[in-house]
């Protein structure tokens, strides 16, 4: 078990670029999350997939925000036309069923100039 | 939906005292409850669950909680904080498909 991986760490960019995130679940985990946290709050809820297919999405998922999760494996979300709101971290969870607790990753913090 | 509320944003305690951080659940039927810390620049780790039955849940780093229905709440306690034990503390319970509600968090700084 080697965890949650998330990739970049860190990423600066500026206004109106694109920007796409990985995320490594943990290998046997078939449920992957995709959260996003700003300063000084509680992650909230962007997406959800089981193996590759998304079953949820929230209202926060603009369409600028897509997220895939092609063999069921490793997951990525991608953010087109960044914008100054869009700072944040973004933390990828993993868990093998729906109601067991979820494995986070360390997040990628996204700094838009 | 299913919500938490941490009424608490930031608690400083001394070395060694005794800590309680408080979550407040919105809920009908007994719900699942987590209870995740954050230290900063990093990801959340698990400190416990409440699924069903025992209403007192031990976690690790010393940490228990514990569900009273009667009071909509699952607080966190633990008996004696050492200077680690600083770091961003979570509420969080799921919504119908599994993913997690937070709280906006509680803040704890501990003093010497």
């Known amino acids: 078990d080697t965890g949650v991986s998330q990739n970049p760490r860190h990423k600066i960019t500026k206004r109106g670029q694109n920007v796409t995130f990985r995320c490594d679940p943990i290998?046997?985990?078939?449920?992957l999350y995709w959260y996003r946290q700003t300063l000084g709050q509680g992650p909230e809820f962007l997406t959800y997939f089981q193996n590759e297919a998304q079953l949820e999405k929230s209202r926060l998922l603009s369409d600028r925000f897509s997220a895939e999760r092609p063999k069921g494996s490793f997951s990525t979300l991608e953010i087109q036309r960044t914008e100054q709101g869009d700072s944040a971290m973004y933390l990828c969870a993993s868990t093998a069923t729906g109601n067991q607790p979820q494995h986070f990753g360390d997040g990628t913090r996204l700094s838009i100039l | 939906a299913q919500s938490v509320t941490q009424p608490d944003i930031h608690i400083t305690v001394s070395e060694g005292a005794s800590l309680e951080l408080r979550c407040n659940y919105s809920y009908g039927a007994t719900p699942y409850l987590f209870w995740y810390v954050q230290s900063p620049g990093q990801g959340l780790q698990l400190l416990l669950k409440y699924f069903s039955g025992d209403t007192l849940v031990q976690g690790i780093k010393g940490f228990e909680a514990e569900f009273k229905r009667s009071q909509s709440s699952f607080n966190l306690r633990k008996p004696s904080v050492h200077w680690s034990d600083a770091a961003e503390y979570f509420c969080?319970?799921?919504?119908?498909?599994?993913?997690?509600?937070f709280g906006k968090g509680t803040s704890l700084l501990v003093t010497p």
């Open positions: 969080a319970v799921p919504n119908s498909g599994y993913a997690l509600n």
């Open positions: 290998s046997e985990h078939n449920r």
